[in-house]
């Protein structure tokens, strides 16, 4: 599985990005997905992770509110829709597959497949 993010940009505070993702794959259906964001001198954290179906959706806290995962399993894609920005969502942001169970999940080590980062800058 090879998986492709895009999207990341510079914005203001208060603006909005779409990150995506695209899959490689025929089972990408069956994978639960994840996006995680990983700032300058920091650990790598969570973000947002979706089941293989769509209907189950996890949060972090810092971005409950503001950010939107959702998926399209005929495109082999998930976005992540990102409103409402701060100057501390500033990362750069991956997305990663799991290839062993199809819920969603906010462990980082277990998801197999890890896209290149998209970057993600948002001024004040």
């Known amino acids: 599985v090879q998986l492709q993010a895009s999207g990341g940009g510079l914005v203001q505070a208060g603006g909005s990005l779409r990150l995506s993702c695209a899959a490689s794959?025929?089972?990408?259906?069956?994978?639960?997905m994840g996006w995680f964001r990983q700032a300058p001198g920091k650990e790598r954290e969570f973000v947002a992770a979706?089941?293989?179906?769509?209907?189950?959706?996890y949060y972090a806290d810092s971005v409950k509110g503001r950010f939107t995962i959702s998926r399209d399993n005929a495109k082999n894609t998930v976005y992540l829709q990102m409103n409402s920005l701060k100057p501390e969502d500033t990362a750069v942001y991956y997305c990663?597959?799991?290839?062993?169970?199809?819920?969603?999940?906010?462990?980082?080590?277990?998801?197999?497949?890890w896209g290149q980062g998209t970057q993600v800058t948002v001024s004040s």
């Open positions: 990663a597959a799991d290839q062993d169970s199809g819920w969603a999940h906010s462990s980082r080590e277990g998801y197999d497949y």
């Open positions: 794959g025929r089972t990408f259906s069956s994978y639960a």
């Open positions: 979706i089941s293989w179906s769509g209907d189950i959706r």
